[in-house]
């Protein structure tokens, strides 16, 4: 009878599960989208890197170390 | 000092600082708001007026809270960035709105469904409610200047006079929404701003909304490496940490 | 007793108003726009005297800021195109008090315009005399505020494509107070209620928009010419 009564909530079950379903799915949400963009991003660096050393050219673009120079 | 800000501030170490630092942030999330559900959904008592429905606090509450911090933090940044022309802080600034802005689209969202039943309207134009949906309209501003403006630099510190600006606005905005409602008022009687707190209500509640922050902080730091790598892509030490 | 700095800001001032003037029929338009979307809402919402008694003075004050927003395009695009605002930026003079001189001659021929036909509109929509007054002083104060607000909205967005639905997303949560508490203030004074603490606050949102804003408006019009 407790756990019918928990998902039931009083009869407010579609609004309080709603709400909390919803905080769920934007935190999720918003968590995983950049993580996710992240692992892309480190994967095409990979990438970009790889096809770099293999095909060495004339640099016209210098890989500048993390002061600029 | 300046020169301490800029070496703390230098993206290779922040980019590693904060990739150090994410795992224990999440995992302080999960622990937090763990605890936080359990004392919400389970623990705590069910009030005497509202029945189970009162529940929607636990997440309601500390949205709000999280809109109105997330403003606050996502100024500082700008106004840090602005003044020491710290690129870390301008990049603070920019990946904080989004998040603002779903924890204000989500006090707005549970407001309303917390009003829905109780007051049996979709929408109600409470002071609380009324100062968030405006806090919204800041933060899409915000993020629309910020996507219509090409480079980089300009769009940061455009959008530091405008978080800026709106920050001077926000204790105008909530004051005047506070008089405005007191004149209208009609049934809203505001159990949304004082719900009586005893302890066993206010625990969950105090855990869930540092859960929030906790959560903040992680998405915060995942956004602001995914920008770096983006803007320092062509850097060597982006190259070596990405291998 | 001028000094550069004054006299500086009065030939601005001058200056803006003498093209303002040049261009009569351009200044037309927010009025006539302002005119237009009152008239609306008689035909939208009915013609019963009471409804259009309680709701006219939200209109009126909503179809100001919609015609204050058309306006505030031309506020800085003739110079910006021009290149007269880049010298403004690098002249001697801090910039913040040239600002004002500029936003003060675009309240002169946008927001005066606006307080001179809202009577006449104000009879449209069946104001009591009591209600007319509140509603003047209000728009009154309320006006220049809504100029100088305005000004920061544009100059963030100056050059920008689409730049006239940014500054109305912009300007929307930064003008409610104002909003609120003119509106709020003949709803006050129909209700009997005291209205001057209204007036305060306007008052009060004025004197800080005046002394602020032009700092906030440099400061984006720097950002935005990327000097």
């Known amino acids: 009878m407790r756990i019918a009564e928990f998902f039931a909530m009083g009869g407010y079950a579609p609004y309080v599960w709603g709400s909390y379903g919803l905080a769920l799915t934007v935190l999720v949400y918003n968590a995983w989208i950049p993580v996710r963009r992240h692992r892309r991003l480190r994967l095409s660096i990979q990438a970009e890197t790889r096809t770099a050393s293999r095909h060495p050219v004339a640099p016209t673009h210098r890989i500048s170390n993390e002061n600029g120079a | 000092m300046i ?26 999330t999960a622990v937090l708001m763990g605890a936080g559900l359990i004392g919400a959904l389970v623990l705590a008592p069910v009030d005497y007026q509202q029945g189970q429905a009162y529940r929607i606090l636990f997440v309601h509450v500390p949205s709000a809270w999280m809109a109105m911090f997330v403003y606050m933090f996502m100024a500082g940044a700008s106004a840090v960035g602005f003044i020491w022309h710290l690129k ?52 899409l501003g915000f ?15 455009a959008g530091a006079v405008l978080a800026l600006v709106g920050v001077v606005n926000i204790p105008i905005i909530h004051y005047s929404v506070e008089w405005w409602n007191t004149l209208h008022q009609g049934a809203t009687v ?17 855990t869930m909304a540092l859960g929030f ?11 602001a490496r995914c920008e770096i790598l983006e803007r320092e892509r062509h850097r060597r030490w982006v190259v070596e940490e990405a291998a | ?39 609306l809402f008689p035909l939208a919402l009915g013609a019963d005297t009471a409804l259009l008694r309680q709701a006219g003075p939200g209109i009126v004050w909503v179809a100001a800021l919609l015609a204050t927003l058309l306006s505030l395009e031309g506020l800085f695009r003739a110079d910006f195109e021009d290149g007269s605002l880049e010298q403004l930026l690098l002249s001697p003079h801090p910039t913040s008090v040239l600002i004002s001189a500029k936003v003060l001659a675009h309240w002169l021929t946008t927001g005066v315009p606006l307080l001179v036909i809202t009577p006449l509109l104000g009879v449209l929509l069946q104001l009591s005399p009591l209600a007319q007054a509140v509603l003047f002083a209000g728009l009154l104060l309320g006006t220049p505020t809504l100029s100088l607000l305005g000004s920061v909205a544009v100059a963030l967005t100056l050059g920008l494509p689409r730049g006239g639905l940014l500054v109305s997303v912009l300007l929307l949560p930064l003008f409610a107070p104002v909003l609120v508490f003119g509106a709020g203030a003949v709803s006050s004074a129909l209700l009997e209620m005291p209205v001057l603490p209204y007036f305060y606050m306007l008052g009060a949102e004025l004197v800080l928009a005046v002394t602020l804003v032009p700092l906030a408006t440099a400061a984006a019009l720097r950002a935005s010419l990327g000097s």
Do not use: C, H
């Not at chain 2, 922050?213 to 956004?223: E, G, S, T």
């Not at chain 3, 093209?19 to 009152?38: H, K, T």
């Open chain 2, 3 to 28: 020169a301490f800000l800029s070496r703390w501030a230098s993206l290779p170490t922040f980019y590693r600082l904060a990739g150090r630092l994410l795992p224990w942030l999440w995992g302080l």
């Open chain 2, 88 to 139: 870390l802080a301008e990049i603070l600034a920019r990946v904080s709105a989004p998040l603002g802005a779903a924890f204000t689209g989500l006090a707005l969202a549970t407001g309303s469904l917390w009003g829905a039943r109780m007051w049996n309207t979709w929408w109600v134009w409470d002071a609380r409610l009324t100062s968030v949906l405006l806090l919204f309209f800041l933060y």
């Open chain 2, 143 to 157: 993020m629309a200047l910020q996507a219509a403006i090409e480079d980089r630099r300009r769009a940061a510190r």
């Open chain 2, 190 to 206: 505001s159990k949304l701003s004082n719900p009586s707190m005893t302890w066993d209500m206010l625990w969950p509640l105090l």
């Open chain 2, 213 to 223: 922050m906790a959560y903040f902080a992680a998405a915060v730091l995942v956004r």
């Open chain 3, 1 to 39: 007793m001028s000094s550069p700095l004054a006299a500086a800001w009065w030939g601005l001032l001058r200056r803006d108003l003498t093209l303002s003037a040049r261009r009569l029929g351009e200044l037309g338009n927010p009025v006539v726009f302002f005119a237009a979307v009152v008239s």
